[in-house]
Nanobody
Framework: VNLVESGGGTVQPGGSLRLSCEAS????????MGWFRQAPGKERRFVAA????????NYADAVQGRFTISRNGAKNTVYLQMNDLKPQDTAIYYC????????????????WGQGTQVTVSS
């Protein structure tokens, strides 16, 4: 499956962005999906995940209550709504799909998008 992210940009602290991840070559409903982020000089880290059913979601502690993962099956697209953004949220955000395994482990994900830059700065 091919994944393409969009929606990144520069926003002031406290602002919002919605990232999109459009899939082709496969249905997002067939895969547990996740969002990760990587800041300069740091490892790629888990942000949010959604199971195949779409009914179970998980979040990193740092974004709990501020970010929401969702999907639109008709558009074959996964979203990450990000509210109350903070400078520490600045990173490249990646969408990914996995066949199974732990939702928070980036090594379990088989397919990755190219990433989209999010910068939070005043």
């Amino acid at each position: 499956v091919n994944l393409v992210e969009s929606g990144g940009g520069t926003v002031q602290p406290g602002g919002s962005l919605r990232l999109s991840c459009e899939a082709s070559g496969g249905s997002i409903s067939a895969y547990p999906m996740g969002w990760f982020r990587q800041a300069p000089g740091k490892e790629r880290r888990f942000v949010a995940a959604m199971e195949r059913s779409g009914g179970t979601t998980n979040y990193a502690d740092a974004v709990q209550g501020r970010f929401t993962i969702s999907r639109n099956g008709a558009k074959n697209t996964v979203y990450l709504q990000m509210n109350d953004l903070k400078p520490q949220d600045t990173a490249i955000y990646y969408c990914a799909a996995r066949g199974g395994g732990a939702y928070f482990d980036r090594h379990e994900y088989d397919y990755w998008g190219q990433g989209t830059q999010v910068t939070v700065s005043s």
